[in-house]
Nanobody, 115 residues
Framework: QVQLVESGGGLVQPGGSLRLSCAAS????????MGWYRQAPGTERELVVT???????NYADSVKGRFIISRDVTSNTVYLQMNSLKPEDTAVYYC?????????WGKGTLVTVSS
């Protein structure tokens, strides 16, 4: 079992930046992959970015060049730096962790991009 605690959401103006954090309850090297999904009202949850235990990353085309995923192995925390935010980035962002036997989810954090 993996518990995930997210933080860092909020309201930001278009063009602004936010950083999300996701703290895992165990070593991220014991987790096959971590990352972020998001879900806007009336839409399906979509992948934003993933990072494997080996450090490989995969970004959705819509966020390439604007979002950066990173991790701190000493604190078992994954970060999502979001730059040049657009209104269409507004969504609940969910941290996830994929282990051998399951996918685990955080509770989500709301990001609102609006002037």
């Amino acid at each position: 079992q993996v518990q995930l605690v997210e933080s860092g959401g909020g309201l930001v103006q278009p063009g602004g930046s936010l950083r999300l954090s996701c703290a895992a309850s165990r070593s991220i090297f014991s987790i096959n992959a971590m990352g972020w999904y998001r879900q806007a009202p009336g839409t399906e949850r979509e992948l934003v970015v993933t990072i494997t235990a080996g450090g490989s990353t995969n970004y959705a085309d819509s966020v390439k060049g604007r979002f950066i995923i990173s991790r701190d192995v000493t604190s078992n925390t994954v970060y999502l730096q979001m730059n040049s935010l657009k209104p269409e980035d507004t969504a609940v962002y969910y941290c996830y962790a994929r282990t051998v036997d399951a996918v685990h989810w955080g509770k989500g954090t709301l990001v609102t991009v609006s002037s």
